[in-house]
T-cell receptor, first 113, second 113 residues
Framework: DTAVSQTPKYLVTQMGNDKSIKCEQNLGHDTMYWYKQDSKKFLKIMFSYNNKELIINETVPNRFSPKSPDKAHLNLHINSLELGDSAVYFC????????????FGEGSRLTVL | AQSVTQLDSQVPVFEEAPVELRCNYSSSVSVYLFWYVQYPNQGLQLLLKYLSGSTLVESINGFEAEFNKSQTSFHLRKPSVHISDTAEYFCAALKSGTYKYIFGTGTRLKVLA
């Protein structure tokens, strides 16, 4: 059983389109995250939800909108895609503050043409 | 602001040689520290972590790291590397009581035959 699963694994799309990435965790964690990894492997936090409440919102363009329908799911919707959005997007979860490590999904590679 | 520094972007080393990957963090309060490994086209996997207690922590595959509070370091070491250790290694820090994990820029370990 995969602990943190993301779909789709690959997305290839044209500039200006809208796309979504879904994430689910079966670890019973309260906190979920989206990270962006660029071509140089830099990992940058984008958003975090704790029990469906947004707790971290870094300086991300408002074309990016996260949604957490319940604490096991965190989706990422991106409007009006730009070339610079091409990256690998990782979903992760943790038990919350004080509780240790992040568990990562396999990543979703987005290519904007 | 909290930061994590990995000074070496790439470390080439011959098989069976020892290796040290450096990590320094900046925080005036308690932190939890982590090392993650990322194999090509995969997500990040936890290698080891320091939460409290013994300052020397070990992984199941022979890596170890030592938390040094006076030098604000958490360097990763292995006495004898294998070809299969070739990967990207990330150091991360979490300020105690918060949700925001900060990652270093990564060190690419390349083990040569």
């Amino acid at each position: 059983d995969t602990a943190v699963s993301q779909t789709p694994k690959y997305l290839v799309t044209q500039m200006g389109n809208d796309k979504s990435i879904k994430c689910e965790q079966n670890l019973g964690h309260d906190t979920m995250y989206w990270y962006k990894q660029d071509s140089k492997k830099f990992l940058k936090i984008m958003f975090s939800y704790n029990n469906k409440e947004l707790i971290i919102n870094e300086t991300v363009p408002n074309r990016f909108s996260p949604k957490s329908p319940d604490k096991a799911h965190l989706n990422l919707h991106i409007n009006s895609l730009e070339l610079g959005d091409s990256a690998v997007y990782f979903c992760a979860s943790s038990g919350g503050a004080y509780t240790g490590e992040l568990f990562f999904g396999e990543g979703s590679r987005l290519t904007v043409l | 602001a909290q930061s994590v520094t990995q000074l070496d972007s790439q470390v080439p080393v011959f098989e069976e040689a020892p290796v040290e990957l450096r990590c320094n963090y900046s925080s005036s309060v308690s932190v939890y520290l982590f090392w993650y490994v990322q194999y090509p086209n995969q997500g990040l996997q936890l290698l080891l972590k320091y939460l409290s207690g013994s300052t020397l922590v070990e992984s199941i595959n022979g890596f170890e790291a030592e938390f040094n509070k006076s030098q604000t370091s958490f360097h990763l070491r292995k006495p004898s590397v294998h070809i299969s250790d070739t990967a990207e290694y990330f150091c991360a820090a979490l300020k105690s009581g918060t949700y925001k994990y900060i990652f270093g820029t990564g060190t690419r370990l390349k083990v040569l035959a």
